[in-house]
């Protein structure tokens, strides 16, 4: 039995539950308390764990019993010493009202082939089942899913290195972080490859985060776990003052939160330049304040649209951003790829400069949205669908790939646009073409042409009723 297999079996045992009104999120939730005493045993690491609340513990109790050891387990984990146990039981508590449905989960969870689930990676069985979750919980706005496709595409085009400072100030399930350790695993023999100190500073350092909501944070902090990372997770609000810590990383790869903070209130921290209620802009200038200066740190971040034209304060971070460093490519993304329907989404790539003075000469777009597919769940998002924009991406000349898709933009160009970056889209094929199109400058001429003549007729009309008008006074 595969991990799929296994996210499978897993998946479907949620119908036990749903006589409890247990959500989709609540069931994976239920499932991380669960995992992790059986992942623990499974990899011989209990010890973290106090004895007397450890997997054995759980299987050995049925019934009553069971539902009222399994309340107190969580209690007693969630006030553990030990700091990640504590964050991943901390205010834990169970939906599970039956007995009965409890020790179905828990017996159908030791039934499971953890033989093969080890030998294909625990951490990836765990990932397997975030993302089931994230596609069957398609409603609401704010927890955005990034497809692991789009986000291996970005580690692989950001090209992390070993040594490197990692980090995503809005890290979700961890997502990033996993893919770049991922990337660097194979490129070292799983870190066999290197020193015992710089397998100790990828494990410990390399990959930090912070993810502001307390349950999502859980799942990252198992998630991380199971993939052997222990660097930096915090919980919080990156744009409050507990998310100082961020600053000075060679990398930062993140999606971060769309919308606004709640009430259009302002952000609480003290060192971003300017002001807005727009979280996606703030979290901007949090970026690309964060990288060093030393000329080789770099960023991708994914955004919607409206961080390329906001007026005001969006125009002064796009000018801002584009001063202290390279905006080089933005990725036009199709829609469909994110669940809240008809978000539409960019990804910035970008390095800051050594100075904070005019990094940005050129900017690459390339169009993956106009005239593509409609992407769901039903047409997902495959690597294939950015062959031609990796091929153009790490080309040595970049002015000698020929695709319409892609195109460049000076820095004089844009700044006649007032900064805006909402460029690159090809013409539609359900338009008539451009060249089709009536042109805008012709057509407004000829609309003032014609509402001129229709003054003129006013005016003449008027100068009629007045003649009339007084003729009939004179005869009175």
Request: proline share 3%; with cysteine.
């Amino acid at each position: 039995m595969n991990n799929q297999e296994i996210v499978q079996k897993l998946w479907k045992l949620c119908d036990v539950l749903r006589d409890d009104g247990i959500t989709y999120q609540e069931y994976v939730t239920e499932l991380t308390y669960i995992l992790f005493l059986k992942m623990m045993k499974e990899q011989e690491t209990e010890a973290v764990i106090p004895e007397g609340y450890r997997w054995d513990d759980l299987v050995q109790k049925e019934g009553v019993e069971l539902k009222n050891f399994y309340q107190e387990l969580l209690l007693e984990l969630g006030k553990s010493e030990n700091k990640k146990l504590q964050q991943i039981y901390i205010d834990a508590s169970t939906r599970i009202t039956s007995p009965k449905n409890l020790d179905t989960i828990i017996k159908s969870i030791a039934s499971l082939d953890w033989y093969n689930a080890k030998e294909e990676g625990l951490g990836n069985l765990y990932e397997g089942l975030l993302q089931k979750n994230a596609n069957e919980t398609k409603s609401g706005a704010g927890q955005y899913f990034t497809p692991r496709v789009l986000i291996d595409l970005i580690v692989q085009l950001v090209d992390p290195k070993v040594g490197e400072k990692l980090n995503d100030p809005a890290a979700g399930t961890f997502g990033f972080m996993i893919s770049a350790d991922q990337y660097l695993k194979n490129k070292t023999d799983d870190y066999y490859d290197l020193d015992p100190q710089q397998a100790e500073f990828q494990k410990k350092e390399a990959f930090t985060g912070m993810e502001l909501v307390q349950g999502t944070h859980r799942l990252a902090l198992m998630n991380a776990l199971l993939h052997d990372m222990e660097g930096r997770l915090e919980q919080g609000d990156s744009l409050s003052g507990n998310g100082k810590w961020i600053k000075n990383f060679d990398v930062i790869l993140t999606n971060p939160p769309f919308g606004t903070k709640k009430g259009g209130e302002r952000v609480s921290r003290d060192d971003l330049t300017f002001e807005t209620s727009n979280k996606q802009l703030n979290f901007l200038q949090l970026i690309y304040n964060a990288l060093k200066d030393d000329g080789n740190a770099r960023a991708a971040v994914v955004i919607p649209d409206n961080v390329l034209f906001a007026d005001g304060a969006g125009t002064q971070i796009r000018r801002d951003l584009m001063n202290k460093c390279n905006l080089h490519t933005i990725l036009r993304l199709p829609t469909g790829i994110f669940y809240a329907q008809g978000v539409k989404t960019n990804v910035l790539f970008f390095k800051k400069g050594k100075t904070d003075i005019n990094n940005t000469k050129d900017v690459w777009v390339y169009d993956l949205r106009t005239n593509m597919d409609s992407f769901g769940k039903r047409n997902q998002l495959k690597m294939s669908h950015f062959e031609d924009f990796m091929k153009a991406y790490v080309s040595e000349d970049r002015s000698k790939i020929e695709d319409e898709r892609w195109n460049n933009f000076t820095r004089e160009e844009i700044a006649k646009k007032n900064d805006s970056l909402d460029i690159g889209l090809i013409a539609d094929d359900s338009l008539s073409t451009y060249e089709n199109l009536p042109d805008p400058i012709e057509s407004a001429e000829e609309a003032i042409n014609k509402l001129q003549e229709a003054m003129s007729l006013l005016d003449e009309v008027v100068t009629e009723l007045r003649a009339i008008e007084e003729n009939k006074v004179v005869k009175k």
